[in-house]
């Protein structure tokens, strides 16, 4: 197993290949997660709502990202792990180089922020200091309560021009990798090939260069419906490590997601 960095990730999408990231929290599923082949580990802050069991991600603070980071981290030697900077811990660029150096010295390789237009110098900040970017746009659940629900993004053509100025802004700083969350299958796609960084998608359609799913969600530990963008993978399967396996072997044929995934 040879560790990935942003290379391969580069290489792959120049390739046509998709590749597959977990949003997971601890180290017996990132080990999982490892054994599955699955390329990026994403320490996600929806693990405010999927472990804490708030409605938001807003609660989540620095402390506790670094504790699942280096939790993480224990478990995991290959697959890039990316940490999310919480709500309110990037308001200024010092505050920013403060919230990533932090998640980069508990174990990160890689720090994901959401927004558009106005992080742009903190990303060309963090990028200039060695520090790689994930940028998120679409929609971003830290924004939940003046987006004033979790609802797909993008619809409008105004909307949809603006986030495509958004994605190609953030590459140009210096953003090395993107994640699209709910917007239209057209409009995924017409950034993904505007991009030459990899665009990660969720919710998003089938033809972003590369997938992630939320680990309770694909396993089916939800108690809420299962989004329409996700797919109860331990049904099939009736096995974690083989669930983890079937998903990365489906993102990589592109059996999954389905267009049925996607949204108009
Ligand atoms: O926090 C998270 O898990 C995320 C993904 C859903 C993209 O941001």
Not at 93 to 101: K, Y
Not at 203 to 218: K, N, P, S
Not at 226 to 252: C, G, Y
Request: glycine fraction near 10%; proline fraction near 5%.
């Amino acid at each position: 197993m040879r560790k990935v960095t942003i290379n391969t990730l580069n290489t792959m999408k120049q390739n046509g290949e998709k590749f597959s990231v977990i949003a997971a929290y601890d180290a017996s599923f990132s080990t999982l997660i490892e054994q599955a082949g699955v390329e990026c580990l994403l320490v996600g802050d929806s693990l405010g709502m999927t472990v804490q069991g708030y409605d938001t991600t807003v609660p989540v603070t620095l402390e506790q990202m670094c504790y699942h980071i280096e939790c993480v981290r224990r478990g995991n030697n290959h697959s890039l792990i990316i940490g999310d900077m919480p709500f309110g811990s990037y308001n200024s660029i010092d505050e920013s180089l403060v919230t990533a150096t932090a998640l980069m010295q508990a174990g990160a390789h890689m720090v994901k922020l959401e927004g558009g237009e106005w992080l742009i110098d903190t990303v060309a900040a963090m990028s200039d200091r060695g520090i790689p970017v994930c940028a998120h746009l679409g929609l971003t659940p830290q924004s939940v309560n003046k987006l004033g629900g979790y609802r797909v993004q993008g619809r409008e053509p105004e909307a949809a021009e603006q986030l495509l100025r958004d994605a190609l802004d953030l590459q140009r700083a210096g953003a090395d990798l993107l994640v699209l969350e709910c917007v239209p299958t057209p409009l995924a796609q017409e950034v993904t090939n505007a991009l030459s960084i990899p665009v990660i998608g969720i919710g998003a359609g089938h033809l972003t260069d590369a997938q992630i799913l939320v680990i309770y969600d694909m396993l089916g530990i939800t108690p809420n419906k299962i989004p329409k963008f996700s797919k109860n993978f331990l049904s099939e399967t009736a096995d974690v490590a083989e669930a983890l396996k079937v998903f990365h072997s489906q993102v990589a044929s592109g059996e999954f997601p389905g267009p049925e995934h996607g949204f108009k």
